[in-house]
């Protein structure tokens, strides 16, 4: 097992880091360089940047925002956000993407994932599902699209399958439902997705503890992701990190100091 | 840090994501350039071979550019020179992703696939995974590394020394002989551990 690798998420819109509720109410939350540094120095394992505006408004994912945070940023950086196909797929992963999160176009064209995996390889390449209940309380989950405001009729956990069968490396779960909630993951979307791939999962959308971290992996994640509760000064990552320890989940803490890196 | 202006250069072996190297030894100082020719790859004082991306298409690139004799006469005399990731495995001779082509075979061994049916093992291997180094490792200490890959060697060459790591059972996670340093895992993503890394291995 690997430490679970805790993940700020920048959501970024005209160069800001931005964060709303179910992807609507934005509001201006710093510049996405300080951010991210800030974050690996508490302690992220990875950071996603994800250009929340790039698809409705038809605007490629901001190569300069990706290379101003690549300069301040020594660990993992995953980009998403509008990535139209294999050239904008290049052109991040060449500024400065370790990651691209796929979405939209996979759906459209899901060979784009094999494409991809074909030419950077598959540890390269996340395939984005953004999931809601088709009716509140269900285990139902279909994939929305164009940042949540279309709707498509395509089983989420189907798509999951598919999309690991033609390449894709890891998944980016996000549940709608809970995003900027603050009411914890779906657990049961994570669960359901869990059965039937065996890359790593991202667990995305409504985390606003160390409990709904820990209860994500009890239920399959490999990582969880988390905006607002960094963002807002509420918890730091080193605190997140504490609290898992705490709750004999193993992750990664201080490398300068080998001895007290890890519980179990 | 190392001394400002240290020229360091990097192998273009792909298409692949060259910028979180660049920036990486950038921001310790470093005056960083690529290249394709065998001539800087001969004359470079620190050179580092990354990859990304599949083993096959990776040899395919160095052998057209006609790489591959400078690499191997470079790294035999022990000059300093980095193999990131894919770059580790490609000093070997083989690899299951891509039977039948051969790789730099500067050292014996081939790289095999993580067995993905163990219980709690995802393939790829996505994220940080502590490693530990034999005694007479000088440039690797050990910490959390952060790994991406669904390959690996698992057997140490002779007249190297290992730094081993466990996942699905052991495997190499670098290796050292002299200023030569091949690391599956990313040194440039793994925060201040990796820029502890770099930072010794440019003072070779």
Known sequence: MLP???????????????????????????DPAERASAYERQGADEVVLLDVSATPERRGTRLDTVASVRDQLSVPLTVGGG????????????????????????????????????????????????????????????VVVRSGTHHIARNAIAWAQEAVDRGAGEILLTSIDRDGTRSGYELALLHAVRAVVSVPIVASGGADSPDHMAAAVANGADAVLAASIFHQGNHTVADVKQALADRHIFVRRDNRSNSEDSVR | MTDRGQSVVVVKTSTANLASVLTGLRRLGCAVQTTDTAQQIQNADHLVLPGVGAFGAACDVLRRHGLIEALRERIAGGKPTLAICLGMQLLA??????????????VTGNATRIPDHTPGIRVPQMGWNRVLPTDECRIVPAGFAYFANSYRLTICPDGWSPVWCDYAGRFLAAMEKGAVVGCQFHPELSSTFGKQILTRWLET
């Open chain 1, 4 to 30: 679970i690798r805790i993940i700020p998420c920048l959501d970024v819109r005209d160069g800001r880091v931005v964060k709303g509720i179910r992807f609507k109410g934005l509001a201006d939350q710093g």
């Open chain 1, 83 to 142: 990535i139209g196909g294999m050239e904008d797929a290049a052109a991040l992963l060449g500024t400065g993407a370790d990651k691209v999160a796929i979405n939209t176009a996979a759906l459209d064209n899901p060979d784009v994932l094999t494409r991809l995996a074909d030419r950077f390889g598959a540890q390269c390449i996340v395939i984005s599902i953004d999931a809601l209940a088709v009716a509140k309380g269900t285990h139902d989950y279909e």
């Open chain 2, 93 to 106: 001779e083989t690899s299951d992703e891509s039977p039948g082509v051969p790789g730099l075979g500067l």
